[in-house]
Structure formats: C-alpha cells, structure tokens
Antibody, heavy 117, light 110 residues
Framework: QVQLQESGPGLVKPSETLSLTCTVS????????WSWIRQPPGKGLEWIGY???????NYNPSLRSRVSLSLDTSKNQFSLKLNSVTGADTAVYYC???????????WGQGALVTVSS | QSVLTQPPSASGTPGQRVTISCSGS????????VSWYQQLPETAPKLLIYSDNQRPSGVPDRFSGSKSGTSASLAISGLQSEDEAEYHCAAWDDSLNGWVFGGGTKLTVL
C-alpha cells in the first residue's frame, strides 16, 4: 500500500527557510492531490496547502505569502518550503495524500521541526 | 482558534457509548463532506471516517459518523481502552478555498 515519509532538517533558525520533502512509496505520485499539514505542540491540525500531480497548487490563505509546494515525479516526491520562519512555525509537519478535497489518507509519520537560534 | 468547533475533552468507561461533536458553517460542513481522524499518542493521525459516515477497511464498526446541517458527530460504542486518543474532524471550506480542522477532542477511557 502507499506509504509516505517526511525528511528534512529538524532545526531551523528564525528568519530562514524550512524545507521538507515527502517520499511516496508503493504508488505513483502522478495522481491525487498531495498535502502538507502541521500540528504545533499541544495544538490542533492546520492545513498548509496541496500540490496536484499536474503541478497546480493551493495554499492556506494565512500562509500563502511564505509557502511554496512542488513535486518531482521522477523521484516520486513532493516538497514544502516555508520562508521567514519564526517560533510560531515550530510544529510536527505531516505529508498526506488527499482524495479530491474529501479526506486525507494515508499520512506520513510526521517530522518535528523546531525554529530556534 | 479553529474554524470547526469540537469539545476539548470527552470521557467514558469501557463498554459505554461516547459521542464527539463537530460544529461548522454552511461553507464547510454544510456543503462538503466531513472526515474524522484518530490520533493515538505520539503517532500520526489516521483516517477513521470519510464522506460523513463511511469507514475505511479495517476500522471497527464500533465507530460511526453522522452529519446534520452544519454539524457532524463521531460515535464510539463499546468503548475500549485502546480508543484513548485525540479525534479530529475536517472539511473543505468553500469560502476559504481550503481545508479546515476542529481543534481536536482528547478522549479518555476511565
């Protein structure tokens, strides 16, 4: 079955760019929507955005000015970049496959990213 | 503050039936399907209910979902200790043109 795995630095300095990659195994990235979702410590889930296999993107309005999503079909990966980070961006970041604006399944195991100098 | 409203906590004893609510508006729950996710401690969320009331393969029929107007509910019958987890609801929001989540409900099995 399809599995997702996040990778990237666990520590990012304030004002720098957070970069994460999600590797998809057991299926092709060339279908579906692919989303990023984050969860600050002790808080609820927040959708960051999705990238469609065609390359079309859609972002959470509250993060739109700082976020960029892309995908690499040759590597079966999709990526997140969030610039100008602050402590408020400290969170566990999850990648997930999205079923046409209806549900998320499966999810990656999550990657904790801490923003600190 | 989350767009969808869930109670922060719920509890029950083994064997009991527990219900968790999720309240939204006409632009999200009122016009799109609701999904529910179970998040066991220190793990990633897992799809529990999709399209308001459908269970993925492998999810016990003790879990059920329903929706009426701009509110949805998750019911767990025959509560078990392994059901102790956080539960999240989600829906697409047509006004925001994005996904919205509830704040999560932490379920304790007493």
């Amino acid at each position: 079955q399809v599995q997702l795995q996040e990778s990237g630095p666990g520590l990012v300095k304030p004002s720098e760019t957070l970069s994460l990659t999600c590797t998809v195994s057991g299926g092709s990235i060339s279908t579906y929507y692919w989303s990023w979702i984050r969860q600050p410590p002790g808080k609820g889930l927040e959708w960051i955005g999705y990238v469609y296999y065609s390359g079309r993107t859609n972002y959470n309005p509250s993060l739109r000015s700082r976020v960029s999503l892309s995908l690499d079909t040759s590597k079966n990966q999709f990526s997140l970049k969030l610039n100008s980070v602050t402590g408020a961006d400290t969170a566990v970041y999850y990648c997930a496959r999205e079923e046409a604006l209806r549900w998320f399944d499966p999810w990656g195991q999550g990657a904790l990213v801490t923003v600190s100098s | 503050q989350s767009v969808l409203t869930q109670p922060p906590s719920a509890s029950g004893t083994p064997g009991q039936r527990v219900t968790i609510s999720c309240s939204g508006s006409s632009s999200n729950i009122g016009s799109n399907t609701v999904s529910w996710y179970q998040q066991l401690p220190e793990t990633a969320p897992k799809l529990l209910i999709y399209s308001d009331n459908q269970r993925p393969s492998g999810v016990p029929d003790r879990f059920s979902g329903s929706k009426s107007g701009t509110s949805a509910s998750l019911a767990i019958s025959g509560l078990q200790s392994e059901d102790e987890a956080e539960y999240h609801c989600a829906a697409w929001d047509d006004s925001l043109n994005g996904w919205v989540f509830g704040g999560g409900t932490k379920l304790t099995v007493l």
